[in-house]
């Protein structure tokens, strides 16, 4: 069974900066950030693969930088110029189906969140 440990979240003014980080139980080629703020369903942030393919949601492209540590098996999601509608529930994940680590296709594995607020 994987594990994945999320951390990082918090409570930060617009404009600010996070940095979220993901342990899991081992190496894994295939990584991603979701998120989900109420009432609302879960988005795709960012993904990555072989740690050197990455793919964004136009929400934070330009904002959000993911990023994969294989010696140390996490993922991490440094998130920049934050906005309230960043405001959401994070989430890692690993393992996808086809397309591989593609933010639209269905994932295995996921952790229990961490909270990200942006006050404005």
């Known amino acids: 069974q994987v594990q994945l440990v999320e951390s990082g979240g918090g409570s930060v003014q617009a404009g600010g900066s996070l940095r979220l980080s993901c342990a899991a139980s081992?190496?894994?080629?295939?990584m991603g950030w979701f998120r989900q703020a109420p009432g609302k369903g879960r988005e795709g942030v960012a993904s990555?693969?072989?740690?050197?393919?990455?793919r964004y949601a136009d929400s934070v492209k330009g904002r959000f930088i993911i990023s994969k540590d294989n010696a140390k098996n996490t993922v991490n999601l440094q998130m920049n110029n934050l906005k309230p509608e960043d405001t959401a529930m994070y989430f890692c994940?690993?393992?996808?189906?086809?397309?591989?680590?593609?933010?639209?296709?269905?994932?295995?594995?996921w952790g229990q969140g961490t909270q990200v607020t942006v006050s404005s």
């Open positions: 994940a690993t393992d996808s189906e086809w397309p591989a680590c593609d933010l639209g296709a269905r994932w295995i594995y």
């Open positions: 081992g190496i894994r080629r295939c």
């Open positions: 990555i693969i072989a740690a050197v393919g990455t």
